[in-house]
């Protein structure tokens, strides 16, 4: 996400047009002679952006399609993949014996005592 708004806010946070010349630009310019900012290179850095975005979403939508041609993507099975797949349970968080809360004896003092 942060490539994407980096690339359009490119043409609206680059240096003024004071920078276009890099012979005449002022010391406080980044990059003189290169990019300056303007309506029009806001548009250009946006048409540039969303058409590598559309145009990643196609490239990794057929490759997918093609792979899952030879090798299916989307497992055949429901629930249970570490098991299915690989034979053997992760992060299995699920207690194996219930919990019994131990009953503490209002006798016994919460703190041992030593003797010294």
Known sequence: MGGFIGSILLGAI???SECADAATAPGY??????ITRSGEQLGK???????CAVYSFVVTYVLLKA???VIPVRPQVEGAL??????ETAYNHTPTKAYVPEVKDEAKPAIAEVNV
Request: net charge negative; aromatic share 4%.
């Open 82 to 87: 570490d098991l299915h797949e690989h034979g």
């Open 14 to 16: 680059a240096d003024g």
């Open 67 to 69: 792979i899952d041609l």
């Open 29 to 34: 310019c980044v990059n003189p002679g290169t």
């Open 45 to 51: 850095q946006l048409v540039a952006t969303i058409f």
